[in-house]
């Protein structure tokens, strides 16, 4: 799956721009503040229907406008899609794909898997469980069709039960939520297991080609205690969720923690091994969806340069390569990335909003 095309309307400082992409490497060349994150950010909105950075649309749409467009074309083997999405400043706005209007942002994400590499990227290791769960998560939407729908389904559950628990005056009042929620608490941590699994595999002969003196462990907690079952841990913490005021364990605590021996790898490991473990954790998911679904991911770069010296880059560049998928990168100086680019790359130079091909 490649993306053959991209129009942007009004997005950030790109006020209007019409491009078309390599199926391998795409290259974005400039210096700071001309709009190379912008379009990382625009390709990223089009795959998961928000920024990764800021939950605010007023902040994507240009200064003085009322909404952005993106419109995008998909190339999968000989047959192409259009979709796009518009996003006004009202807060309203649609989602098309092929010639059907009134889409959700959902199948969006089905059809264009991204994965995202930032100098903020971090957060996956340093930062609290929610991002390792965000990680997980985004595997396992790619790979079990009902996920999207059970884990909406989990996640409503537990938000009526803890305003209920509130008034609750005995746990007879929650049984019967109860009795829908735990079955639907298992499905998830067990497609999430599943998911680590065949993920684990994969990610250390990853982390091997980026980290070799390392042996990075991996260990998934699902949230409550591994030999309880949920529906009695539910009715077991009655009291003490009601104190607390919410459910305490559940599937919305799961997390993925990975060691060097018995230490965390944020403790072990400097900046720049940090970044590369990012990368091989993010390669990973690539290569697992592909195995599994014969789909293949976009990766997008940002600031391709950042924490790495110069051999790692390459080895970054060969793992990149390896995969075979279309790759964006953003890049401060074309010295940066002169040794990855081969006849098949494309490479765009930033200015103020305008984007070139060179
Ligand atoms: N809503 C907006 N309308 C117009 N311009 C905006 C808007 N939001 C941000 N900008 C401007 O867009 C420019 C591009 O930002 P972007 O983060 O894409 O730059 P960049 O090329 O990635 O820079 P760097 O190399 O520093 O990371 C910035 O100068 C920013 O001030
Ligand atoms: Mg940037």
């Given amino acids: 799956m490649t993306l053959s095309r991209l129009s942007i309307h009004h997005f950030r400082n790109i006020d209007a721009s019409d491009l078309t992409f390599s199926p391998g490497f795409n290259f974005l060349v400039g210096p700071n503040g001309s709009g190379k994150t912008s379009v990382l950010e625009a390709i990223y909105y089009l795959g998961h229907g928000r920024s990764f950075r800021t939950h605010l649309i007023s902040r994507l749409i240009q200064h003085q406008e009322n909404a952005f467009i993106l419109h995008a074309r998909t ?6 899609l259009p979709f796009g ?10 989602v098309k794909i092929g010639n059907d209007t009134g889409q959700k942002l959902v199948q969006l994400a089905q059809i264009l898997p991204i994965q995202l590499i930032t100098p903020e990227g971090f957060d996956l290791l340093i930062g609290g469980p929610k991002y390792r769960r965000a990680f997980i998560d985004w595997g396992v939407f790619h790979v079990e069709p009902q996920f999207y729908s059970v884990w909406s389904r989990v996640k409503r559950l537990t938000k009526q039960r803890n305003a209920l628990m509130k008034t609750a005056r005995s746990y007879n009042e929650l049984r019967h939520w109860d009795a829908e929620l735990a079955p639907l608490a ?10 680590i699994e065949n993920l684990t595999e994969i990610a250390s002969s990853i982390c091997d080609a980026f980290l070799p003196e390392y042996e990075i462990r991996f260990s998934y907690s699902r949230g409550w205690d591994k030999d309880t079952d949920y529906a009695q841990l539910l009715a077991n913490n009655f009291l ?4 607390l005021g919410y459910t305490h364990s559940g599937p919305h605590k799961s997390d993925l923690r990975l060691r060097i021996g018995n230490t965390p790898v944020e403790d072990v490991l400097s900046r720049g091994q940090l970044k590369l473990m990012v990368c091989a ?4 998911q690539g290569q697992q969806l592909s195995e599994e679904k014969g789909k293949q991911c976009i990766y997008l770069i940002d600031d391709f340069a950042s924490e790495l010296d110069c051999q790692r880059r390459a080895i970054l560049a060969t793992q990149l390569k390896i995969t075979g998928a279309q790759v964006f990168v953003s890049a401060i100086s074309a010295d940066h990335i002169a040794e990855i680019c081969d006849e098949k790359s494309k490479m765009f130079h930033v200015e103020n909003g305008k ?4």
Avoid: F, H, M
């Avoid at 999405?85 to 649609?94: K, L, P, S, V, Y």
């Avoid at 984007?355 to 060179?358: A, D, R, S, W």
């Fill in 75 to 80: 190339q999968v083997c000989e047959r192409s």
């Fill in 85 to 94: 999405i518009q996003r006004n400043r009202d807060g309203t706005g649609e």
């Fill in 186 to 195: 298992d499905q998830i941590d067990l497609w999430r297991k599943k998911y």
């Fill in 240 to 243: 003490r969720d009601q104190q």
């Fill in 281 to 284: 954790l993010r390669l990973a």
């Fill in 355 to 358: 984007i070139t091909p060179v």
